[in-house]
């Protein structure tokens, strides 16, 4: 992740000098020109992390990048999903999120959405956290929410596939039993891949049974965006 941060800002201080020395840039505003540099980056992590997901990376934070509109309508897009992240951040105290782009990785662990060993039930635990991203998503309908399922690495990976498939399906069932559109979300079963600890100790697979939110924008924002950039 360093190596991606370092690509980056290599990618905006480059551009940033280009529109610097530019008769046209200095006619843009700063929205403008910090979209700009904006997409370069984002195009940057894309490349670099497309690659990394090709090879079995993250699935979910896949989903965030491929999301990108770019240009100054992203840049509008990435400011409404600045105010969501910060709100969920707010909700979910402890919770990680990661804005990526233009759109939202959120990873639901051991402390918010757990599940037992070899269940798929939503604990009272993760209804109760749950229940305090509802308003946030209630606020911004405008988002599409997908939701990966994991598991630990006990039993085979064909069951471990179904359980984990089960697990993002509970959580958008009890989603849209609290009055959010089906429509939004997107159900993934991943198994036991992408752990984000040791499948060796009990702590470790509690870890590993886990869900995750890839957060984008809908056609609709995407269209809202356009039109108020001007496109």
Same mark, same amino acid.
């Given at each position: ?22 008769e ?5 505003n700063?929205?403008?020109r910090?979209? +700009?540099? $904006? *997409? &370069?980056? @984002?195009? %940057?992590?894309? /490349?670099?992390? #497309?690659?990394? !997901? =090709?090879?079995?990376?993250?699935? +979910?934070? $896949? *989903? &965030?990048? @491929?999301? %990108?509109?770019? /240009?100054?309508? #992203?840049?509008? !897009? =990435? ?27 959120l990873?639901?662990?051991?402390n ?120």
């Amino acid at each position: 992740m360093k190596k991606v941060k370092i690509y980056v800002l290599v990618g905006a201080v480059a551009l940033s000098s280009l529109l610097g020395s530019c008769e046209a840039a200095k006619n843009t505003n700063k929205t403008q020109r910090g979209a +700009a540099i $904006g *997409a &370069v980056g @984002g195009a %940057v992590i894309g /490349g670099i992390l #497309g690659n990394n !997901i =090709g090879k079995g990376g993250n699935t +979910a934070l $896949g *989903a &965030v990048i @491929g999301g %990108v509109v770019g /240009g100054v309508a #992203g840049g509008l !897009i =990435g400011n409404k999903m600045d105010k969501q992240a910060r709100e969920i951040k707010e909700a979910l105290p402890g919770v990680e999120v990661q804005r990526v782009g233009e759109g939202i990785h959120l990873v639901l662990g051991e402390n918010s959405v757990n599940f037992d060993f070899n269940k798929s039930n939503l604990t009272a635990t993760a209804k109760q956290n749950l229940d305090k991203l509802v308003p946030v998503f209630k606020e911004y309908p405008d988002t599409n929410i997908q939701i990966f399922g994991y598991t630990d690495s006990k039993g085979s990976d064909e069951y471990n596939l179904s359980l984990s498939e089960q697990r993002s399906a509970a959580v958008k069932n009890y989603l849209a039993s609290k009055g959010l559109v089906a429509s939004r979300f997107k159900t993934v079963g991943m198994g036991e891949a992408d752990p984000v600890a040791d499948n060796e100790t009990d702590a470790g697979r509690s870890k590993n049974r886990r869900v995750e939110f890839a957060i984008t924008a809908n056609e609709k924002m995407v269209q809202d965006a356009k039109k108020e950039a001007g496109n």
